[in-house]
């Protein structure tokens, strides 16, 4: 059983930054890929990156390459998500996610992830 809890979400300025952490419970989280996703009012939610457990391999959604960056601490259990230069289109709720037999590349598709956190709140003024 893995337990997920997102942090570090708030109100930031256009092109400023925040850094969410997601803290796991479970001695087996360096297992498991971890990915990020997020969701708008009104929109599905959707990938916006992932950490691979076997050999750290990042992947990214198009719209955030460049700009976000992810990245685990299995001693601590927690996986960061980095965000800079963040654009008014980033609002959304964001939330992280478990998967024990994902990789940094399909941890974006459409099938169930083992494990979701509750979700972190960010919202960029413009």
């Known amino acids: 059983q893995v337990q997920l809890v997102e942090s570090g979400g708030g109100l930031v300025q256009a092109g400023g930054s925040l850094r969410l952490s997601c803290a796991a419970s479970?001695?087996?989280?360096?297992?498991?890929?971890m990915g990020w996703f997020r969701q708008a009012p009104g929109k599905e939610r959707e990938f916006v990156a992932a950490?691979?457990?076997?050999?750290?391999?990042?992947y990214y959604a198009n719209s955030v390459k460049g700009r976000f960056t992810i990245s685990r601490d299995n001693a601590k259990n927690t996986v960061y998500l980095q965000m800079n230069s963040l654009k008014p289109e980033d609002t959304a709720v964001y939330y992280c996610?478990?998967?024990?037999?994902?990789?940094?590349?399909?941890?974006?598709?459409?099938?169930?992830?083992?494990?979701w956190g509750q979700g972190t709140q960010v919202t960029v003024s413009s």
């Open positions: 996610a478990a998967d024990k037999i994902a990789t940094a590349q399909t941890m974006g598709d459409r099938s169930p992830k083992d494990y």
């Open positions: 479970g001695r087996t989280f360096s297992r498991y890929a």
């Open positions: 950490v691979s457990w076997t050999d750290f391999t990042t």
